[in-house]
Nanobody
């Protein structure tokens, strides 16, 4: 099993940047693919970005492509989501997720993940 803890959320002005971190404990982090999802008030949780076990494959939602960057440092057992050019529509609770996999693949569906963090709030003011 792996436990995930997000950090780095907070209040930021539109146009600003923020970096979220996802610290993992438990089994070897490098055997897990990772993803970021978000849930805005009154909306369903949606995919944001995903990264393969070794970090060589990434995937992004169209709404964040070119603005957000997902990365990971397996030695530090930490995943990251760098968010640039933020706008109020990015306001949400952001969750990191992980799944054990033998494959080199980035997973974009919630149902692909079985480990979740508690979430961190990101609020973008206009």
């Amino acid at each position: 099993q792996v436990q995930l803890v997000e950090s780095g959320g907070g209040l930021v002005q539109a146009g600003g940047s923020q970096r979220l971190s996802c610290a993992a404990s438990g089994r070897t982090f490098s055997i897990y693919a990772m993803g970021w999802f978000r849930q805005a008030p009154g909306k369903e949780r949606e995919f944001v970005a995903a990264i393969s076990r070794g970090g060589g494959i990434t995937a992004y939602a169209d709404s964040v492509k070119g603005r957000f960057t997902i990365s990971r440092d397996n030695a530090k057992r930490t995943g990251y989501l760098q968010m640039n050019s933020l706008n109020p529509e990015d306001t949400a609770v952001y969750f990191c997720a992980a799944r054990y996999t033998d494959y080199i693949q980035a997973y974009t569906s919630m149902k692909d993940y079985n480990y979740w963090g508690q979430g961190t709030q990101v609020t973008v003011s206009s």
